[in-house]
């Protein structure tokens, strides 16, 4: 290269690092920051590119704030991304089912993070994981797990009887992942031999998922999925037919044994055991504050009709147990429906339209929207109760094409675990009820007990 040449290209890199600032300042002051009628108010924030993204690491300080300056729906500019923020239940309901909205970017993220690490998915292994995720879990396959899960549990919470003082929400926590993973993968599955290892996965979650080092996520992680490998190597025959099936399919495509075991041992049980484990351990600590619940509770078994099996009687005959799995449902979940516009479009939110720009991510805070209520941090075990003419703002599954399809399995584990305690011990409270805690992991999570709730189990049988 000539001297002359070097000079140049030195003129060309000089005025490239000046003219890229100015267009990325000029698109952003003329492009991103411009506001359309009918689009949901922006906050835009004022430096170049970056935007609200400093503001929005504090995610629920940022939503609650903004929420109250805007109104339920607003847009945010982050990081060369825009965001619209709504906790408006029509806007939540339209955003599930349309088709200008493409896949949640939680279980997206999930995928490229965990799944697919060493080397891109195939169509084949993508509808595959779907398939495994989504469309077996309901039907025939969720009563087997329910049976299952009902098998598990009563010998579980019968060996308390001699427990005396406990951590009630901790042992909660543990019976409903025993049962759970029981539920899923078979009844010898080894379930106490991963429990501290995907908790320490799953509250580190956020951090693996935005690319954060995490030592003690890590290592749940590799635990998890050694444990699950080791025991499908012997007992994959014994798993819920959902998962021998699509195990079966990945095989004949081609899926190598290692990432068919993430499916199953990383997507299927984070989906399927981090929401349910600790709302149910929540709803069985509710319902224990509450003596009038325990009554009517009380009184509705006794009631009901007694030539059904056990199973049924927590099922179908206690309604307002429904109710109790749906307010520790709305008060402790912490989750988000992110989805993006694949379009331009139109959304009829309950203040009118709301118009939204092709790629922008649409962040649907069910956490925030489940505090449109009075009092909205106290259990008021039938809040939830319908009102004719009336849509209350609870949403915690999604909709549409792709919902959550653990939904009536996650009602009945805690419909099951709350009525099969409730039957067998009366509580003795040995310390302060704990306050629900919302982390930082505002988006995906459940609250948090800021103690250990101390009781002592009385047993009843
Ligand atoms: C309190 C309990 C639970 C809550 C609040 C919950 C909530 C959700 C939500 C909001 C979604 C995303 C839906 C969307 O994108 O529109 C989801 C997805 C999913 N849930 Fe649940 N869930 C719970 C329990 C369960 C259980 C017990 C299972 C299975 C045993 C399960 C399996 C799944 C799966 C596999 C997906 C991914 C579906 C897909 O990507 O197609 N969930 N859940």
């Known amino acids: 290269m000539q001297l002359a040449d070097v000079f140049v290209y030195s003129q060309y890199l000089a005025s490239s690092l000046i003219a890229l600032p100015a267009l990325a300042f000029g698109w952003h002051i003329l492009i991103s920051r411009r506001w359309y009628a009918g689009e949901p108010s922006l906050e835009a924030g004022w430096i170049p590119w970056l935007g609200v993204g400093l503001q929005m690491r504090k995610m629920e300080e940022f939503a609650l704030k903004n929420y109250k300056k805007h109104g339920r729906t607003f847009a945010a500019y982050a990081a060369g991304q825009r965001f619209v923020f709504s906790e408006d239940l029509a806007v939540h309901k339209e955003v599930v089912t349309s088709k200008d909205f493409g896949l949640n970017?939680?279980?997206?993220?999930?995928?490229?993070?965990?799944?697919?690490?060493?080397?891109?998915?195939?169509?084949?292994?993508?509808?595959?994981?779907?398939?495994?995720?989504?469309?077996?879990?309901?039907?025939?396959?969720?009563?087997?797990?329910?049976?299952?899960?009902?098998?598990?549990?009563?010998?579980?919470?019968?060996?308390?009887?001699?427990?005396?003082?406990?951590?009630?929400?901790?042992?909660?926590?543990?019976?409903?992942?025993?049962?759970?993973?029981?539920?899923?993968?078979?009844?010898?599955?080894?379930?106490?031999?991963?429990?501290?290892?995907?908790?320490?996965w799953d509250h580190g979650l956020q951090n693996l998922m935005t690319g954060k080092k995490d030592k003690a996520a890590i290592e749940g992680l590799r635990v998890l999925e050694a444990v699950v490998d080791e025991y499908l190597r012997v007992h994959l025959h014994e798993t819920a037919s959902v998962i021998q099936v699509q195990f079966k399919k990945l095989e004949e495509i081609g899926t190598p044994w290692t990432l068919r075991v993430k499916f199953v041992a990383l997507a299927l049980t984070w989906a399927g055991l981090a929401n349910v484990t600790p709302v149910g351990s929540w709803a069985v600590a509710f319902m224990y504050r509450d003596p009038e619940l325990q009554a009517i509770l009380r009184d509705e078994i006794s009631m009901a009709d007694a030539s059904l099996e056990q199973g049924d009687i927590y099922e179908k005959g206690v309604p307002s147990a429904q109710l109790v799995a749906q307010e520790a449902i709305r008060l402790t979940m912490l989750g988000s429906i992110v989805r993006p516009a694949s379009k331009n479009t139109v959304v009829e939110g309950s203040y009118g339209p709301v118009h939204i720009r092709r790629g922008d991510l649409v962040m649907c805070t069910s956490w925030s929207m489940h505090r449109q209520f009075e009092n909205p941090e106290e259990f008021i075990w039938d809040r939830l109760r319908p009102v004719k003419g009336e849509e209350l703002p609870y949403f915690a599954f999604g909709g549409g094409p792709r919902p959550c399809p653990g939904k009536s399995f996650a009602y009945s584990e805690i419909k099951m675990v709350t009525l099969a305690m409730l039957e067998r011990y009366d509580v003795e409270p040995l310390g302060p009820f704990p306050q629900h805690i919302k982390t930082d992991r505002i988006g995906v999570g459940v609250a948090e007990p800021s103690h250990p709730w101390k009781v002592r189990l009385i047993p009843r049988f």
Do not use: W
């Not at 690490?117 to 398939?131: F, K």
């Open 105 to 200: 970017q939680i279980m997206v993220t999930f995928q490229r993070r965990f799944l697919f690490v060493e080397r891109a998915s195939t169509a084949e292994e993508e509808h595959a994981l779907a398939r495994l995720l989504h469309s077996h879990l309901s039907g025939k396959p969720i009563a087997q797990m329910r049976g299952a899960f009902l098998e598990n549990l009563i010998p579980l919470i019968e060996s308390y009887r001699d427990r005396g003082e406990v951590d009630l929400i901790q042992l909660m926590r543990e019976t409903i992942f025993t049962c759970t993973m029981r539920a899923i993968f078979g009844n010898k599955f080894p379930a106490d031999k991963v429990h501290a290892a995907f908790e320490d």
